[in-house]
């Protein structure tokens, strides 16, 4: 029987258990689908005679993980399907184009992940090529960030209002309206078998990362609403909480869109612009690359404020998607005029959420922390396209692009961060989204381990909407959700740019990590456990 799956306590002993209750613990106790227990085996054996031992042979264990920001059945269909990632060229990438469709029966050939920014071969497939490489059929691409796509003929013509719409291109990437449209109905043309198989690929594999929940950010631009209230419905051990993002009108409609949707709360990507790379961010200063953009918001602050009153009536979390700077004005003004009306205390109490806030000043921190709006970022987006030579530099130039992703700064003023991935934008793969949170490209921006970890999970579940002081921990009381890792040296240390003095010293009485340098081997998952049930073995 695997753990967490055994009638009465578990006991689990000789490893390495990460809880600031206990910070040397090797061993703890697990009732049903809560941890009763945290300390040494001797102690352990002691008080748990009857308990069904599980040998961790020097495991380390810790709080599961919750990434809160992913798009599921996306993650899904590049796991299963056609995954651009890794094409170094537009040739290359044609190529996989071609292979997929010669052996796909599908009705539209869907992939993403294709990233123009260092090929050399030129700018993006163009519609006639995908028409050649595809035979004529249905083709939707999405750029890395999903913020445009390029679609063959075969799609375009059966989109209603196509070329009349805001950043549409007869042979380049659909964006803004356009590609909004655009995904729409390539996504029509996926079988419920498709979108079933992708959720349950993405799930699975979350599971397989220690990640025992995900925040879904759907909403009618991304997922759709059938896709939505299926994941919802998807059964699976690894929970789902349900973003929706469509904005509210007044607290009648938002009531309305939560019955309609299913949804837990009314965020996500609800967009107020789109992203760097796609030049749809909105920015307060025009593009590096192009002068002539400055992006394009999709919501006023007039209108922002109309979604966090309604959904601050209501009593649910409300959110946007936020990347550029102007865009992150719109939205703190908008929150402040609900706060003015309705009182700071009222706005702050549901821990209403910004996605990705690339773009923070110090004001916009300090704004959010007396708001408190939680900031739920994407670290590897720092380690992509971070640095000097990185895209933000190209798009932004250097000084603004020193300045992206602000996660100290953000922390310092009060803002609690919580860490997603924007799978399929990046991988479920939450070490390797902490090591990025450890080595920030910028110097001073980079957080320690413990806070990173904390970010990714008691953060996560904070931001969730879930804040008893347990969820996320490894105490007595707290649920029994956590995995079971394969792994090297464990370490306390600080962050990179501290002085480290006794933060390796074991004797500092704070828990120890796996080491996150770049020359480090990362923990393998063995287990994951979900409040008492086993959702992954290796």
């Known amino acids: 029987m695997s753990i967490g799956e055994r009638a009465g306590t578990t006991l689990l002993l000789g490893g390495h258990i990460y809880s600031s209750f206990a910070p040397d613990a090797t061993a703890m106790a697990i009732t049903g689908d809560t941890v009763v227990w945290v300390g040494e085996d001797r102690t352990g054996r002691a008080l748990h005679p009857d308990a069904d031992v599980v040998d961790l042979h020097g495991a380390f264990v810790a709080p599961g993980f919750v990434d809160t920001h992913v798009h599921v059945t996306a993650l899904g269909l590049n796991l299963i399907g056609l995954d651009l990632t890794g094409a170094r060229s537009r040739s290359e990438c044609l190529q996989w184009v071609r292979a997929y469709a010669a052996t796909s029966a599908d009705d539209i050939v869907w992939g993403h992940g294709w990233d123009d920014e260092s090929w050399d071969d030129g700018g993006p497939p163009t519609t006639a090529e995908l028409d050649e490489a595809a035979g004529g059929r249905p083709v939707y691409l999405s750029r890395i960030d999903v913020h445009s796509a390029v679609c063959s003929t075969a799609l375009r013509r059966v989109v209603a209002g196509l070329d009349e719409s805001a950043g549409y291109s007869p042979d380049g990437p659909l964006r803004f309206d356009a590609h909004h449209l655009g995904r729409a109905v390539a996504r029509d043309l996926l079988t419920p078998a498709q979108r079933a198989a992708a959720r349950t690929a993405a799930l699975d594999l979350a599971a397989s990362r220690g990640v025992v929940a995900v925040h879904e950010c759907g909403g009618p631009d991304i997922s759709g609403l059938d896709d939505f209230r299926e ?69 006023d602050a007039e209108r922002v404020a109309a979604h966090v009153a309604a959904c601050t009536e209501v009593g649910v979390q409300a959110g946007f998607h936020v990347i550029g700077d102007a865009a992150m004005s719109v939205a703190v003004d908008g929150f402040s005029r609900v706060a003015d009306r309705l009182g700071g205390p009222a706005v702050a109490r549901l821990g209403h959420r910004l996605e990705h806030a690339e773009m923070m000043s110090a004001g916009d921190a300090q704004a959010l922390a007396r708001l408190g709006v939680i900031a739920s970022v994407q670290p590897v987006f720092d380690a992509l396209w971070g640095g000097p030579d990185g895209m933000y530099a190209t ?19 009060g803002v609690s961060l919580a860490f997603g991935s924007d799978a399929p934008v990046t991988p479920v793969d939450p070490w390797t989204m902490l090591r990025a949170a450890v080595h920030h490209h910028t110097p001073g921006s980079a957080v320690s381990p413990r806070a990173a970890f904390a970010a990714a999970t008691r953060g996560a579940w904070r931001a969730g909407g879930v804040r008893d002081g347990l969820a996320g921990t490894l105490q007595p009381g707290a649920p029994a959700s956590y995995a079971v890792w394969d792994t090297d040296e464990l370490v306390v240390a600080a962050p990179k740019d501290a002085v480290q003095r006794w933060s390796t010293d074991p004797r500092s009485g704070v828990p120890a990590l796996p080491r996150l340098d770049a020359d480090a081997t990362l923990p393998v998952c063995l287990s994951s456990v979900h409040r008492g049930r086993t959702v992954y073995t290796r």
């Open 231 to 299: 994941l919802l419905a998807h059964e699976h051990a690894v929970e789902v909480r349900g973003y929706w993002g469509e904005a509210a009108r007044d607290a009648g409609h938002a009531q309305e869109l939560l019955d309609r949707t299913g949804a837990h709360a009314l965020g996500g990507d609800l967009f107020l612009d789109g992203s760097i790379g796609s030049h749809t961010a909105h920015l307060s200063q025009p593009y590096t690359d192009r002068p002539d953009l400055v992006g394009e918001s999709y919501l």
């Open 395 to 413: 798009r932004l130039g250097a000084e603004r692009a020193a300045a992206m992703n602000p996660f100290v700064m953000a922390a310092g003023a």
